[in-house]
Each structure stands twice: as structure tokens, then as C-alpha cells.
């Protein structure tokens, strides 16, 4: 199974809103990933989670929170969003977090973002 | 910054045609990666190159690695409206914390009209 799974699949939020992105992977593999994609765009790294540790933040703004609680599940809580945080949040998850293996990434289809 | 170029960025082919899209950077890779992105839907890992002059294949898709480990190639032959989508490169590398991360090329978009 190289399934990544994300849930929701599409989410609109006022910039009121407390919302939270849900990413499940059940491969065995110890390192989290959250990417940010704007259209016509590559992924841009936001965080990374390594045995359950957040390892990388890419200066990410605080609105963005992201959560680990355990070696298949990560989260992405999101609070007083603007909107040009509208985008493709993308969850990945790799083998490892550290070596050849940790560059090949397994995605998930992504939540597609609009805050109005 | 190792920045990652690819060309073209747009490509727009009649079904049944050949490509070929480039990945380049002035530094040496210790790997790459190929993903092809369809729209709304996240990257899928198509293949890793590790050792220079190194060519894998996958169907109708063949990946060459440079002899130097500063370039890849990703060759489409009679191309398919399936083949759609578009093509990103990726490396590996180590941010200032010492933490590995990728990084991403610009990507390819590939359009094959039926």
C-alpha cells in the first residue's frame, strides 16, 4: 500500500475560521511532509516531521500549526487565514528522514484551500 | 540556493509525437527524482536516478542521468493523452540546519492532443 490519504479534499474557510487538515499514511514511513502549491507552481516545503519531531519549519507563519501525534497521522491546524493562503496543501510522507531514501517522497491528492 | 532548471516549461504535442523535457543544475546531485503532477491531485513518483550515465526506463518513458550527476532527461515516446500532466524534477539536499529536504524544479507542463 503507497496510498497517502487527505482529508478534506476541498475546503473554503473565512478568515475567522479554526480549520484543520488531516493526513494519514500507513506505510510504515517515518517522515511527515506539508507543502504549500500555488497554481502553475512546484511544491513549497512548509514542514517536516522526523520520528514524530517537527525537524523543519520553512519560517512558516504561525496561522500554519502543524501536529503530529503519531507515526501515521499528521495534522495541519489552521487559524485567521488570508487569502493568499489559497492554495494546494499537499501531504507527503518518506521512507525516511534522513538518506537516499528521504528524497523519494510519496504524496497525497492534496486539499484544495480557498479563504475568502 | 541549488536551483533546479527545467525546459521547457510548456510543451504542447499531437498525440503519438516523441519528447523530451531537462533537468539541470550547476551542482552534482546525489539523486533524482521524477514525479508527474496531474491537475488537482498531488505528485506521483515516477523514478529515482542515482549513479551518472545511469538510464532507466518505465513503459514508454525513458530517465537518463548525466555522467556528471548535473543533469537529467526524461524522453516520452509516441506520447499519449494520458501522458498529460505536469513533469516535476526533484533533488535532495541539506538546508542550513542541517535537515535534509527536496527541492523541486519549476516542472514541465505537458499537453498531448489527441
Known amino acids: 500500500d503507497t496510498e497517502v490519504t487527505q482529508t478534506p479534499k476541498h475546503l473554503v474557510m473565512g478568515m475567522t475560521n479554526k480549520k484543520s487538515l488531516k493526513c494519514e499514511q500507513h506505510?510504515?514511513?517515518?517522515?511527515m511532509y506539508w507543502y504549500k502549491q500555488k497554481a502553475k507552481k512546484p511544491p513549497e516545503l512548509m514542514f517536516v516531521?522526523?520520528?514524530?519531531?517537527?525537524?523543519i519549519n520553512e519560517s512558516v507563519p504561525s496561522r500554519f500549526s502543524p501536529e503530529c501525534p503519531n507515526s501515521s497521522l499528521l495534522n495541519l491546524h489552521l487559524h485567521a487565514l488570508q487569502p493568499e493562503d489559497s492554495a494546494l496543501y499537499l501531504c507527503?510522507?518518506?521512507?525516511?528522514?534522513?538518506?537516499?531514501?528521504?528524497?523519494?517522497?510519496?504524496f497525497g491528492p492534496g486539499t484544495r484551500l480557498t479563504v475568502t | 540556493t541549488q536551483l533546479l532548471e527545467q525546459s521547457p516549461q510548456f510543451l504542447s504535442i499531437q498525440e503519438g509525437e516523441n519528447l523530451t523535457v531537462y533537468c539541470n543544475s550547476s551542482?552534482?546531485?546525489?539523486?533524482l527524482q521524477w514525479y508527474r503532477q496531474e491537475p488537482g491531485e498531488g505528485p506521483v513518483l515516477l523514478v529515482t536516478?542515482?549513479?551518472?550515465?545511469e538510464v532507466k526506463k518505465l513503459k514508454r518513458l525513458t530517465f537518463q542521468f548525466g555522467d556528471a550527476r548535473k543533469d537529467s532527461s526524461l524522453h516520452i515516446t509516441a506520447a499519449q493523452p494520458g501522458d498529460t500532466g505536469l513533469y516535476l524534477c526533484?533533488?535532495?539536499?541539506?538546508?542550513?540546519?542541517?535537515?535534509?529536504?527536496?527541492?523541486f524544479g519549476i516542472g514541465t507542463k505537458l499537453q498531448v492532443i489527441p
Open positions: 507527503a510522507s518518506s521512507q525516511a528522514a534522513s538518506g537516499s531514501l528521504s528524497y523519494e517522497q510519496y
Open positions: 506505510m510504515g514511513h517515518r517522515a
Open positions: 516531521y522526523s520520528y514524530e519531531k517537527l525537524s
Open positions: 551542482s552534482v546531485f546525489s539523486s
Open positions: 536516478v542515482v549513479t551518472g550515465g
Open positions: 526533484a533533488r535532495g539536499g541539506v538546508n542550513s540546519g542541517g535537515y535534509q529536504k527536496v527541492t
